[in-house]
Every structure is written in C-alpha cells, then in structure tokens.
C-alpha cells in the first residue's frame, strides 16, 4: 500500500504539473547537496582525527581511507608552501648530460616528489633553472605521471631569482663545511646531476658562479670506510637520496640514524660504533 501510494505519487508528478515535478527535481537535488556536505563533515572530522593521531604517534595511516589521505596529502603540501622548509633542485647543469642520466634525473626528481609526499612535515620544493623546451622538461613529462600538476613550484629562474644569497646553502659533497642542522630561515639546494662519467666538483663549481654558501652532508663526521673487493668509496648521492636524509633529519635530530638509513652500504661507507662522532674519514 506504501508503495503504490509512492509510486501514485512520482506519477502524478511526471503526468500532471510541471510545477510539481520542479520541486520534485530542486528536492532531490537538495538532498543529494545534505548528502555530499555530511559526507564531507566526515571527512573532515576523520582528516583531524588522523592528524592528532599521527602526531601522537597512536594511529597508522592504514587506518583511512584512500580519499581522506589524498586530502590529508594535498593540505598538508599546500600548506609547506606558506610554513615548510625550502628545497631547491638546480637544473642548470642538465646540458652536459647524456639521455640516459637525463632520464635516470627525471627518475630521482619523481621519487623525491613521491617522498615528499608521504611524510607529516613536507618540504616546499623548486625545481629551478627547468625550461620548458629542455630534455628534462620534455622527459619528467613522459615519464611522471601528473608531472604538471606536482605541487612544487617549476620554474626557469635560478635559485637565485627567488631567494636572497645569504639564505642559500648549496649542498655539494666537496664542500670543506659539514651541514649541522636545517634552519627555516634557509633555503637548501642540491644540485640536479646525474654523471656516470664523475666530473668532480662541477655542483662546487656551480655554487661558487652563484657566490653562495656550501655545505655537505657530515658523513666524514658520522661514518667510517669499509674495506670492499673492489676498494671502493664514494660520496656522490642522488638527489633523492640525499632528500631522504635530509627529511630523515629533520624528523628524528639525528645525524646517525639519517644517515645509517639512508646511505647505501655499496658507496663503501657504515656508520661508526658509539655515541659521539668518529674522526673524520681520509
């Protein structure tokens, strides 16, 4: 009996005044409008649920669902771009590589983006010195999917077109100066370089054309050679790498733990037994 006088009712709408079937139409429409707005209230309560939890360390991020932690993601880089601290990646040495170390780049500056993206504190990121008609450009578009709408700023300029040189620290693993800590009033710049034929020193080179300060990550602080068949050691990382460190840092204060994580066991490195640092590495 409900249902028919329902459906009676849905009737008399189709068949008979117009004007019913509009208020019908506005109804429904208004009701859908309650729906998406509660829906969001729920979203929004679990967003802040989710945060007090993580920052408390009582909650996973396993625990929500894919499309609250898209909005988690999307408000917390939009919110490093007013309060986070700065990471450039200098592209203006992307001529004298190959295609192949262009795409393994354009490889490390997704992974790094990726990277970013996972963790509470994000950086606000530059990629700087990237023109739209360069090799790099082209293949970061072909190879990252969404490249365009990253939420980093992209741009032709130098580091130096953006910030003061006083608050520039380039970070290049020939600086003489070991990096001790990462302050908010400066911007940090790691050089955008893959050269499987090692040119030595060209970020050292590229940071004295820009006259600013250098520093290196205190792996001669922190780590010790170990011995390999091949004899081999090295502290050239890839800007990822380099990231996780950095970002490793800032969340834990420890030099040691970043970079135990972070530094590849093959560069012929370990990081040194004991509380305080070891003599610096020869």
Known sequence: MILF???????????????????????????????????RRKEEKLRRKMNRELESGTGTEHQFTKRVMKAITKERLAEARSTGLKLCVDLSMTDCMSDKEISRLAGQLRRLYGLNKKVTRPFHLFLTDLREDSRLYRECVRMNDGFLNYTMDITDESCLDLFPPESVIYLTPDAEEALESVDADKVYVLGGLVDESIQKKLSLSRAGELSVHTARLPIDEYMVKKDNVKNFHSK?????????????????????????????????????????PPLPAT
Not at 12 to 36: C, I, M, T
């Open 5 to 39: 006088n329902f459906y009676t009712q849905e009737r008399d709408y189709v068949f008979g005044d117009p004007q019913s079937w509009n208020v019908l139409r506005k109804q429904r429409h208004w009701e859908k409008q309650v729906a998406a707005k509660k829906s």
């Open 236 to 276: 050239i990382l890839a800007v990822n790498q380099v990231f996780d460190i950095l970002l490793t840092f800032c969340d834990t204060g420890s030099w040691k733990e970043a970079l135990q994580m972070w530094f590849s066991p093959g560069k012929g490195y370990v990081v040194a037994g004991g509380d305080s």
